[in-house]
């Protein structure tokens, strides 16, 4: 029982040691081992952020990825996961799209280190490149070195996973010294492989210095979890027995399983609300499709009438316009016994523009052709028609 209370701990302190720096909600990595209803508490602000139709896709961005770091806090990969690909969802369609993807990529790489789920690890890894570092802080990049470091470790290659757990050591005493237990951690389990006793103690003795001093509890129950585990392969079990009665007074402060479980049923909870909103945001988007498609149809039949009534008025316009270009034509060519026109054009006050027009429809030319003969529009011909027709009264006219 002791064992596996002791890997939940060394998890959490990997876990934390990888988790990116967010600054929204969450305020500092130590509050990540607060108790659970403070966790509730930020998860619920971050679904208000996450509903909010005014939030911007880098809102929802943030939003998601402390959501993920909070169930990464409880061992919660599998939410801890899809909240980071909602995440990288949102971050993409924002203007710092490169530079989120390259954080997304690490965060994965820390979750897979953290399930011990090496092939993906290996599989990552090659692919971010130092060009990509710039895009990280600098903490993350401490981390990022102690994976590298690890998995050169793994390799037995001890001289280039020394020079990366330095390049950590080195960064995050500027950034992050917090978190340098994890560091000499890693360094613990490296000479401990290489049978370097006096190194082990120095990195044991470094490690819980910073971890005292920063009253880190997680890292100090880690720190003499793995000297335990040390002096108890070498046959100090005297020593190994004290460190291993310090981690059982400490284990028992923490309950990251059942803080998981809660945060799962509130996930669950948040998730049939979401549901819920969306069936209703679903009812009213279809009522109101509904309704515009009545307005809209409504409209289609108003312009359809008053299309057919336009097009019924313009073929009566056209037919009356025939009309009086037929009776024009006849009653301008019309000749009297002597052989002369019966009408005399002389007698009406006509424009020189509208004697045009006459001459050119005894000629029989159509309107068109009347518009391009004197450089005027169709409607232009049509309207001196009109006038000619009702000044020369052949509505009226006995002799028509």
Do not use: W
Not at 179 to 193: N, V
Not at 351 to 377: A, H, P, Y
Request: net charge negative; proline share 1%.
């Amino acid at each position: 029982m002791l064992r596996n209370t002791l890997l939940i701990f060394c998890l959490f302190i990997s876990l934390i040691a990888t988790s990116n720096n967010i600054n929204v909600v969450l305020q500092d990595d130590k509050n990540l081992t607060k108790d659970n209803t403070e966790l509730e508490q930020r998860i619920l602000k971050l679904e208000n952020i996450i509903l909010d139709p005014e939030s911007s896709h880098s809102d929802l961005y943030r939003a998601y990825l402390q959501k993920y770091d909070v169930y990464k806090s409880v061992f919660n990969y599998t939410q801890a996961l899809n909240n980071l690909d909602l995440a990288l969802k949102e971050g993409v369609l924002t203007q710092d799209k490169d530079k989120i993807k390259i954080q997304i990529k690490v965060e994965r790489l820390f979750v897979y280190f953290d399930l011990l789920d090496f092939d993906k690890v290996n599989e990552i890894a090659p692919t971010i490149s130092k060009t990509d570092l710039a895009f990280l802080d600098e903490k993350t990049q401490g981390f990022y070195y102690s994976v590298l470091a690890v998995l050169e470790i793994r390799k037995k290659n001890y001289d280039i996973a020394d020079t990366y757990l330095n390049e950590a050591l080195v960064i995050l005493e500027k950034s992050a010294p917090e978190h340098l237990p994890l560091i000499y951690r890693k360094k613990l389990g490296m000479y401990r492989e290489q049978g370097n006793h006096d190194k082990v103690i120095e990195s044991f003795e470094k490690g819980l210095y910073y971890a005292e001093q920063y009253e880190t509890d997680i890292y100090i129950i880690a720190m003499y979890d793995d000297i335990s585990v040390y002096y108890a392969e070498v046959g100090d079990y005297k020593n190994a027995h004290i460190a291993a009665t310090k981690v059982n007074n400490l284990a028992t402060e923490f309950n990251g399983h059942n803080r998981s479980s809660k945060l799962q049923l509130l996930e669950k909870n948040l998730l049939q609300k979401r549901k819920e909103l969306e069936v209703e945001n679903e009812k009213r988007n279809r009522n109101y499709l509904i309704t515009l498609t009545g307005v809209l149809i409504i409209i289609l039949l108003l312009l359809f009438y008053f299309f057919k009534s336009a097009k019924q008025k313009r073929i009566i316009a056209e037919l009356e316009t025939n009309n009086m270009r037929n009776e024009l034509e006849r009653v301008t060519q019309e000749l009297n016994e002597s052989g002369h026109t019966k009408l005399d054009l002389n007698a009406y006050n006509l424009t020189e523009r509208q004697l045009q027009i006459i001459d050119l429809v005894k000629q029989g030319k159509s309107n068109k052709e009347i518009g391009e003969d004197l450089f005027i529009s169709v409607n232009t011909v049509k309207y001196h028609l009109k006038i000619i027709y009702e000044a020369l009264n052949i509505n009226n006219r006995s002799e028509l």
